[in-house]
């Protein structure tokens, strides 16, 4: 099968493969370790994508999951068959209707793209790149594990 070219990232950036990536880096930032760089990188698609006329914002939907407030919205986007949502900015709540709820019989369709392939797609298209930490040591690593005797003392003794 063609499969895994249609998908290839450097060979078509699509609206509809464009979309998936999106939504794979979406799916994968909700249990991400850091899911900051991946949430920034499906906002600064979904903006160009917009800002393109390659995507439309349909209107705000309540959040499922306000931070600190009772309610909170959120702009749902169409960018190819996929829906998306980002945070609003001030403009979008003069523009957008507001449509309630959110439909939680709606899905995405189902992709299979690897995160891989998904983040070098979106970083080629939104000039983003990833910067790479320097691995933190632990201190345990440094220092090989030792046992140490427990010290007892009486009570109202000074440990030092």
């Given at each position: 099968m063609d499969d895994h070219k249609r998908l290839d990232?450097?060979?078509?950036?699509?609206?509809?493969n464009l979309a998936r990536a999106i939504y794979v880096v979406n799916r994968h930032a909700k249990t991400a370790p850091n899911p900051k760089y991946l949430y920034a990188l499906k906002k600064k698609?979904?903006?160009k994508l917009v800002q393109e006329?390659?995507?439309t914002k349909k209107g705000l939907h309540f959040s499922n999951n306000p931070k600190l407030s009772q309610q909170q919205s959120d702009v749902l986007v169409l960018a190819g068959e996929y829906y998306f949502h980002m945070p609003p900015t001030k403009d979008d709540f003069d523009q957008l209707p507001h449509l309630g709820s959110l439909n939680s019989t709606y899905r995405n369709p189902k992709?299979?793209?690897?995160?891989?392939?998904a983040?070098?797609?979106l970083q080629n298209y939104v000039g983003m790149k990833e910067?790479?930490?320097p691995k933190s040591h632990?201190?345990?690593t440094n220092k090989a594990r030792t046992y140490e005797k427990p010290v007892f003392k009486?009570?109202?003794?000074s440990y030092r």
């Open positions: 990232p450097r060979l078509n950036p699509t609206i509809e698609a979904l903006l006329g390659k995507a992709t299979h793209m690897s995160l891989t392939k983040k070098i797609l910067e790479k930490k632990n201190y345990r009486r009570l109202g003794e």
